[in-house]
């Protein structure tokens, strides 16, 4: 059966849901209102961040009906005490919701009897804001030469020079996607590295690395060995290059779950051009918020500027690694 077959199918099920099921369909609402929701939002037109940002905080969800037939009981509330909520990647579908509560937080969606949506998370909407301020910006820096934009004029006779290119722009003042764009080129060559030392030396039993895992579960072990491989490197702040490995991470964690969001299994750095443009808007938003803001950028435009720029990107890449390592 194909994916198409299952979905129909699942939606002929839905359709005909019966009231007696309401108590264990109970134990499952968050995964199901954000299934639904994620149908919804790949059924639209894709459309301007803006106008993105502006549906999800107002009216997303509008799936009413089955959230008022799904909705607890006062026996059933006061029976259990579920956890918060926390978004975390499926392996088949863009993102879903573990099984939790309906306690209201940034990363959940707060169901009643009323309209709810999903609130979107600051951090996620942040970046967002960002990337719509000066998309003009981001498109025109996209339209140069690569090997102008992943230049740098640090002096990196002390430092290994990702960490110097990453560490002289660590504050969010003037905007320039430019050098935002170096920083994501830089993190995620240290992450490369880390990973490459990571499979050899610390291979884990199930054979993936930090960044398969992370990617498909968001809320999963947090244990890292980043502490022991820039302890056997050459870098002199070791903590920066500590934290800055852990921002190639991001970044790698989020292509994935970004790929997965769109159904596409093959590596693409494109949506890694265009969030490293924000680049210290984007290392702030956490890793179980990244489904979302997957969903909200597959939704938007930017899909498309990403989709065009891939090549661009690597090609950034390329030569940041042979100016720079």
Known sequence: MSSLDKI??????????????????????????????????????????SSIIESFTQHQITANSFVRQVAPSPAAQSSATP??????????????????STAPSPATCALSDDPAPIKVPDDVL??????????DAILQCMQ??????????????????????????????????????????SAISLADDYTDW????????????????????TGGNRKSHYKEFVDNSDFNDRLKARKYVGYGIQLHVFS??????????????GIIGIISSCFWAFVRVRFCNMPLLARLIASSEWKGYACNNNEWTISCYQSYKRLNT
Request: aromatic share 4%; net charge neutral.
């Open 8 to 49: 129909l199918e699942a939606v002929s099920t839905l359709s005909n849901i019966q009231e007696a099921q309401r108590d264990d369909l109970l134990l499952y609402r968050d995964k199901l209102t954000v299934a639904l929701h994620t149908l919804h939002s790949l059924l639209q037109t894709p459309c301007s961040s």
């Open 83 to 100: 956890a918060p909520a926390t978004i975390a990647p499926a392996t088949t579908t863009p993102a879903v919701l573990s099984p939790a």
């Open 126 to 135: 942040q970046l967002m804001k960002r990337l719509e301020k000066h998309k």
């Open 144 to 185: 140069g030469k690569p090997e102008s934009v992943v230049w740098s004029r640090t002096d990196w006779s002390t430092e290994d020079p990702r960490i110097v290119d990453i560490s002289q722009s660590d504050t969010e003042g003037k905007f320039s996607p430019e050098i935002n764009i170096r920083c994501g080129m």
């Open 198 to 217: 990571e499979m050899e030396q610390k291979l884990p039993p199930n054979g993936k690395s930090r960044i398969d895992q992370l990617s498909e579960n």
């Open 256 to 269: 994935k779950i970004y790929r997965r969001c769109l159904g596409v299994d093959t590596p693409s750095l």
